[in-house]
């Protein structure tokens, strides 16, 4: 990649890493969940660069924004389907117990209380990168 900044070639891997994670966050299948190594495969930069740069522009890990953005779509089907718990933990690729869990410590409600009150109380929605800039060697962003 002679030629092309360092930033641009890592502010590019991170728009990549963010789409390919937004059509991944339904677990198909174990070889389809979202590792770190696959998603940095899949955004052509290393595993440790993803995460390091994703953190320092979003101001959150890569772990945090995978479980959030589940958790906000799991909370849509809380409240519009009449799926079960399990059955929605299974689709986001959560064992039952862990999805309680995670997701208390998201909403500080449980999934069951949640479906109960019948309203979307937080969203955590996809993060939209433009690479509109470099500037000083940095990497600007646009959010929607």
């Known amino acids: 990649m002679e030629g092309i900044p360092r930033t641009e070639t890592i502010a590019k891997g991170l728009i990549k890493a963010v789409e390919y994670i937004e059509q991944n966050l339904i677990a198909k299948n174990e070889e389809n969940s979202l ?38 779509l799991a909370s849509y089907d809380l409240i519009n389907t009449k799926d079960t718990n399990e059955k929605i933990a299974i689709k986001y690729g959560y064992e039952p117990n862990s999805f309680w869990r995670c997701f208390e410590k998201i ?14 109380e937080k969203e955590f929605l996809p993060i939209h990168i433009e690479l509109s800039e470099l500037e000083n060697d940095k990497y600007i962003e646009k959010k929607c």
């Open 107 to 120: 909403f500080n409600k449980t999934p069951d209380e949640y479906r109960k009150n019948g309203i979307i």
């Open 35 to 72: 590792k770190i190594d696959k998603i940095a495969q899949e955004a052509n930069i290393s595993s440790s660069y993803l995460q390091r740069y994703f953190k320092k522009f979003h101001k959150v890990t890569l772990h945090t924004y995978i479980m959030r953005r589940k958790m906000t």
